[in-house]
């Protein structure tokens, strides 16, 4: 499981791509849904990698990571950790 401290630091970071610095509660539903499809192990990537590289980027970015760290593993090209 994705830990809440890991989704509060994202999110912390996607707030500041708002020029509010506001994120609808709706926003983080409908993200974190579309985070299903995808093993927990590469969310969990995903968010850390966005945390740290793309700090400018809105979430949309953060399931183009999840999709690519997904077929790297389907392909047995990453094991977890950093891709």
Same mark, same amino acid.
């Given at each position: 499981?994705?830990? =809440?401290?890991?989704?509060? @630091?994202?999110?912390? %970071?996607?707030?500041?791509?708002?020029? #509010?610095?506001?994120?609808?509660?709706? +926003?983080?539903?409908?993200?974190?849904?579309?985070?299903?499809?995808?093993? =927990?192990?590469?969310?969990? @990537?995903?968010?850390? %990698?966005?945390?740290?590289?793309?700090? #400018?980027?809105?979430?949309?970015?953060? +399931?183009?990571?999840?999709?690519?760290?997904?077929?790297?593993?389907?392909?047995?090209?990453?094991?977890?950790?950093?891709?």
């Amino acid at each position: 499981m994705v830990s =809440e401290e890991l989704k509060r @630091e994202y999110w912390k %970071v996607i707030r500041r791509t708002r020029p #509010s610095g506001r994120i609808s509660p709706g +926003l983080v539903s409908r993200t974190e849904e579309q985070w299903k499809a995808f093993d =927990e192990d590469v969310v969990a @990537e995903a968010l850390r %990698v966005h945390i740290v590289q793309h700090k #400018s980027e809105k979430e949309c970015y953060t +399931l183009g990571i999840m999709r690519n760290l997904q077929k790297q593993k389907d392909k047995g090209k990453w094991e977890g950790g950093t891709a």
